[in-house]
C-alpha cells in the first residue's frame, strides 16, 4: 500500500501550559484538612490521581519521617482551586524495611484483606521480625496471632479510628504483646496498606487522635509441644564471673601462721 492509500491518524490537540491550572490538594477531616501540597494539571487529569506526603510533615515529629502517607483526589472546586482528598493508603520507605531484618533472625510476614464496623476494605502487609532464628512451627503460630489480632480489630473499630491504630503503632503493640510469648520478637510494623474500596457515601466523621484508647484483645493461643521456646532459644544476660569468696582460716591455722613468722625471725 503507498502512503497516499495510508490512512491519516486523527491529530490529538497538545496541551499548552496556559491552559493548564493549579490546585491545592486539601488532606480530608480526618487529618484536619491539613493541606498537602499543590498540583499542576487540568480538571479531568487531576482527578483520581494519587499524592504522596510524610506523616512528618503533620505531626511535625521526626520519628514519623520514614511514613509515606498516600491521599486520593475525589473532588475538584474550581472556584476555590481546591481538591478534597480521601485516605487511600501508607508504606513505609524501603530503607527503613531493610533495617527491620538483621543478620541470623526471621521474617514473618502476612497480607490479609480486612473490612471495618463501617464497611471500607482494606489489604495490610504486616511484617515482624524475631530476635534470633524461630522454627518453622513458631513462625506459624506467630502469623495466626497477627491474623486473629488484626480481624478482631476490624469487626469493632470504624475506618477513622482503624487508620489511628495502623500509623500509631496501636496494633503493633498488641500483636508484639502476644507475639512475644512465643518466641522473642525485636519488631512489629505494618508496612503497608491500601484502602480496597470505599462505601457509598462514605466519608470521614472524626478527627483523629494520637491519644485514642484502644481495649485490648486477647487471643486463646494453642501451643504446641514444638512451637515452645527451648532452653537454648531463650535470651540469658551474660552475668560477669563471681569472685569465690575467701574461707576463714581456722584457730589451728593461725597457729601455724605465727610459729613461721617467730621461726622466719629467728633465723634472721
Known amino acids: 500500500m503507498s502512503q497516499k492509500g495510508r490512512k491519516k491518524k486523527a491529530k490529538t490537540k497538545k496541551v499548552s501550559f496556559k491552559d493548564k491550572q493549579w490546585f491545592t490538594i486539601v488532606a480530608p477531616k480526618s487529618f484536619n484538612f491539613k493541606p498537602l501540597g499543590e498540583v499542576i494539571g487540568m480538571e479531568n487529569s487531576i482527578l483520581d490521581r494519587t499524592i504522596e506526603v510524610l506523616l512528618y510533615d503533620i505531626t511535625n515529629k521526626y520519628e514519623d519521617i520514614n511514613l509515606k502517607l498516600k491521599f486520593k483526589v475525589i473532588d475538584i472546586n474550581l472556584e476555590s482551586k481546591q481538591c478534597q482528598s480521601i485516605y487511600s493508603g501508607h508504606q513505609y520507605t524501603n530503607d527503613y524495611i531493610r533495617s527491620l531484618v538483621g543478620r541470623g533472625s526471621s521474617k514473618i510476614q502476612t497480607i490479609l484483606n480486612l473490612t471495618t464496623k463501617d464497611d471500607f476494605s482494606y489489604r495490610l502487609t504486616?511484617?515482624?521480625?524475631?530476635?534470633?532464628?524461630?522454627?518453622?512451627?513458631?513462625?506459624?503460630?506467630?502469623?495466626?496471632?497477627?491474623?486473629?489480632?488484626?480481624?478482631?480489630?476490624?469487626?469493632?473499630?470504624?475506618?477513622?479510628?482503624?487508620?489511628?491504630?495502623?500509623?500509631?503503632?496501636?496494633?503493633?503493640?498488641?500483636?508484639?504483646?502476644?507475639?512475644?510469648?512465643?518466641?522473642?520478637?525485636?519488631?512489629?510494623?505494618?508496612?503497608?496498606?491500601?484502602?480496597?474500596?470505599?462505601?457509598?457515601?462514605?466519608?470521614?466523621?472524626?478527627?483523629?487522635?494520637?491519644?485514642?484508647?484502644?481495649?485490648?484483645?486477647?487471643?486463646?493461643?494453642?501451643?504446641?509441644?514444638?512451637?515452645?521456646?527451648?532452653?537454648?532459644?531463650?535470651?540469658?544476660?551474660?552475668?560477669?564471673?563471681?569472685?569465690?569468696?575467701?574461707?576463714?582460716?581456722?584457730?589451728?591455722?593461725?597457729?601455724?601462721?605465727?610459729?613461721?613468722?617467730?621461726?622466719?625471725?629467728?633465723?634472721?
Open 126 to 268: 504486616v511484617v515482624c521480625t524475631t530476635i534470633k532464628r524461630a522454627r518453622s512451627s513458631q513462625q506459624i503460630l506467630i502469623r495466626k496471632i497477627m491474623d486473629d489480632i488484626l480481624k478482631q480489630f476490624a469487626k469493632t473499630l470504624t475506618h477513622e479510628k482503624f487508620i489511628t491504630g495502623i500509623i500509631y503503632h496501636e496494633f503493633e503493640n498488641q500483636i508484639t504483646r502476644v507475639a512475644k510469648t512465643i518466641y522473642p520478637v525485636s519488631s512489629c510494623t505494618v508496612i503497608k496498606s491500601k484502602v480496597i474500596s470505599i462505601p457509598e457515601g462514605g466519608e470521614d466523621k472524626k478527627l483523629i487522635s494520637q491519644d485514642e484508647d484502644f481495649e485490648i484483645v486477647e487471643v486463646d493461643v494453642k501451643r504446641s509441644r514444638k512451637s515452645e521456646i527451648k532452653r537454648t532459644e531463650r535470651i540469658n544476660v551474660k552475668k560477669m564471673p563471681q569472685a569465690k569468696p575467701e574461707k576463714e582460716a581456722t584457730p589451728e591455722e593461725d597457729l601455724e601462721v605465727e610459729e613461721e613468722e617467730i621461726e622466719d625471725e629467728i633465723s634472721e
